[in-house]
């Protein structure tokens, strides 16, 4: 092994190991740590963090990362992996320690202000924090800028898109999200003066908490999750992480008075938890161990969810075993019945409870928002005020208060700018995997016979088995011949929701 190498490998693991410590504490916090756990485990956590942050900011690694850099006998993974690291570098480096200190200060509060501010409905509590949090990522976007070209000229908000989405900067987006607009917008407006109603209500009847669990269990198991390697647990708000590829875990929420929002929320996150258990031995516990991007990681959950999970195909095999768990209140559904419920749309407020087909929708607004933020110094007090008009002009609906308006994500009060594009590039990203998967193999047979690891292998040979060794550009051009083509999602939601409600 390259000498350089093999010095930069004991920085790595122990990287590796503090990371998978930070993860099961951070893990642990969001299901079974008590109440009163959280001001000391924060301060080890905080100790951890500041270990994990010397194992890339030292007196030897940035050296190293430089030699290898020029290095020629790196295997492919090593590459990838000095790559990854330096790019991590040259972001950390452009901002002093002190910034990054007041920045990580700055966000804390910022959190907590959202918070209260959310629950009091009052956006006026919030707005100072939120106008400091964006000069502050404007400042550091300028850094970024400046080192990469010198003269600081350049796109801020490219910046933080690239942060998340690596060659998905405004002039991607802003072409995919005209396409989005043109065809969604008139869609929906077809979809609701069309007559064909979908009836909903035998979805919120009582359903059993405990039976909902064994049935999310049953789940997860036939979709492909392994329990020799995976832990289901419950949230407020469901999520997956991992320590490495055979310790993954997700969680659901369970609603007495909604059976599919626990179901979705499993199959979402059990899409996320294959892309995990799939990545190979090495690379797992490497700085590319995980998901190629939040976009990658979302087009794998949201094809399972969306258009896997939600088709007649998919049920067919399925339903039989829904009904034997809640006879009573669904022996008057009929699996025709059932898919059309979970498939149906209604232009709502809220992101998170939102469906498939308006989903885009929302983070449009949100697209809008952080653009006018980060790129043109919009006024933060005039945030309410556009997102209201940007809700009114794609959805249709008006928010009557903030709290289910502007202040209902936490994401900017952590300083998350650029990262909502990625939900809907990740639906972008499963069309196109998924166009090309039904080109190699009948994908509606395989559902209805039962069939779906077949499905999974073929994400696991054609995503899965990159990690993040790869840009998640190059892997959907590797699975797919071509490059990122918003035209099969868009495809894809006409062909759909047309048929649902019988437009033609
Ligand atoms: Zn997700």
């Avoid at 700085?287 to 990681?297: I, L, W």
């Avoid at 040979?461 to 060794?469: K, P």
Wanted: hydrophobic fraction near 35%; proline fraction near 3%; glycine fraction near 6%.
């Amino acid at each position: 092994m390259n000498q350089d190498y093999e010095k930069l490998q004991m920085y790595l693991d122990k990287q590796a190991a503090l990371g998978a410590a930070l993860t099961l504490l951070e893990w642990d916090n969001e299901t079974l740590a008590p109440e009163k756990a959280m001001d000391n485990t924060a301060r080890c956590v905080g100790i951890l963090s500041e270990e994990l942050y010397r194992c890339l900011v030292n007196e030897e690694v940035p050296g190293l990362l430089k030699k290898l850099g020029q290095a020629e006998d790196l295997t492919e993974i090593q590459a990838a992996v000095v790559r990854v690291l330096s790019k991590e570098l040259a972001k950390i480096e452009r901002i002093s320690a002190k910034e990054q200190r007041e920045f990580s200060e700055l966000l804390s509060k910022s959190g907590m202000m959202w918070q209260k501010a959310k629950a009091e409905d009052d956006f006026a509590l919030f707005a100072p924090y939120l106008e400091q949090v964006v000069a502050a990522i404007r400042k550091h976007n300028r850094y970024q800028l400046e080192g990469d070209n010198g003269d600081g000229t350049g796109s801020l908000y490219d910046v933080s898109l690239n942060e998340y989405e690596e060659g998905f900067g405004r002039k991607e987006l802003d072409t995919f999200f005209a396409e989005l607009k043109e065809t969604i917008v008139p869609l929906l407006g077809r979809i609701q003066s069309s007559q064909k109603k979908m009836d909903t209500d035998f979805m919120h009847r009582k359903y059993d908490v405990e039976k909902q669990k064994q049935f999310n269990r049953w789940l997860a198991e036939y979709l492909g999750f392994d329990f020799s390697k995976g832990v289901m647990g419950e949230s407020e708000h469901p999520f997956t992480t991992n320590l490495h590829n055979r310790d993954v875990r997700i969680t659901t929420h369970y609603y007495e008075d909604n059976l599919i929002s626990g179901i979705f929320s499993t199959i979402h996150e059990t899409g996320h938890a294959l892309y995990e258990m799939n990545v190979p031995d090495e690379l797992t516990l490497t700085p590319v161990g995980g998901g190629a991007s939040c976009g990658m990681h979302e087009s794998q959950s949201r094809m399972l969810e969306n258009m896997i999970g939600r088709s007649r195909e998919f049920w067919e095999p399925v339903f039989g075993k829904l009904q034997e768990t809640f006879p009573e209140q669904l022996c008057d559904v009929d699996l025709e019945q059932f898919v059309q419920a979970v498939n149906c749309v209604v232009p709502d407020l809220i992101r998170t409870e939102s469906d498939e087909l308006t989903y885009c929708l929302h983070i449009m607004v949100r697209y809008e928002a952080e653009k006018k933020l980060i790129e043109e110094e919009y006024p933060v007090s005039e945030l309410p005020k556009l997102w209201n008009e940007l809700y009114q002009e794609y959805l249709g609906v008006t928010p009557d208060s903030d709290k289910d308006g502007v202040l209902q994500d936490v994401h900017w009060s952590g300083g998350m700018f650029g990262y909502f594009p990625s939900y809907a590039l990740g639906n972008a990203f499963a069309a196109q995997l998924y166009n090309k998967m039904k080109q190699e193999m009948d994908v509606p047979q395989l559902l209805r016979s039962g069939q779906i690891g077949q499905i999974i292998n073929w994400l696991k040979e054609h995503v899965h088995c990159y990690g993040a060794a790869k840009p998640a550009g190059e892997i959907l051009k590797l699975a797919t011949g071509e490059e990122f083509c918003p035209a099969y999602y868009v495809q894809y939601l006409k062909e759909k929701y047309t048929k649902l409600y019988e437009l033609n």
